[in-house]
Nanobody, 127 residues
Framework: QVQLVESGGGSVQAGGSLRLSCEYSGYSYIRKWMGWFRQAPGKEREGVAAFYATGRLTSHADSVKGRFTISQDNSKNTMYLQMNSLKPEDTAMYYC????????????????????WGQGTQVTVSS
């Protein structure tokens, strides 16, 4: 059974930093995409960053390029999202997600490409 558990969210002032963690179990990341998504109240869920471990491919949304970095520690079965220079518009519930590998992922930042989801961790950025 695949389980994804996020942690590291919190409240921070604009310009600050946070590092989110996603610990996964029952899951092999080999030849699969994993990613971070966020959803603000009243808005659709959107892709923030994703990576394909085999080949070390990454994808970041334009809104976070240069500020957020996705990474993974295989030894800890954990994926991270380092968030720097946070802005109030980054306020959202952040989710980690993983694809099943049953089909080819064409749009790695599209939520519909992912099969497994964590419960989310809240990030609040004040001005």
């Amino acid at each position: 059974q695949v389980q994804l558990v996020e942690s590291g969210g919190g409240s921070v002032q604009a310009g600050g930093s946070l590092r989110l963690s996603c610990e996964y179990s029952g899951y092999s990341y080999i030849r699969k995409w994993m990613g971070w998504f966020r959803q603000a109240p009243g808005k659709e869920r959107e892709g923030v960053a994703a990576f394909y471990a085999t080949g070390r491919l990454t994808s970041h949304a334009d809104s976070v390029k240069g500020r957020f970095t996705i990474s993974q520690d295989n030894s800890k079965n954990t994926m991270y999202l380092q968030m720097n220079s946070l802005k109030p518009e980054d306020t959202a519930m952040y989710y980690c997600a993983a694809s099943s590998g049953a089909r080819t992922v064409v749009r790695p930042l599209a939520p519909y490409e992912y099969d497994y989801w964590g419960q989310g961790t809240q990030v609040t950025v004040s001005s």
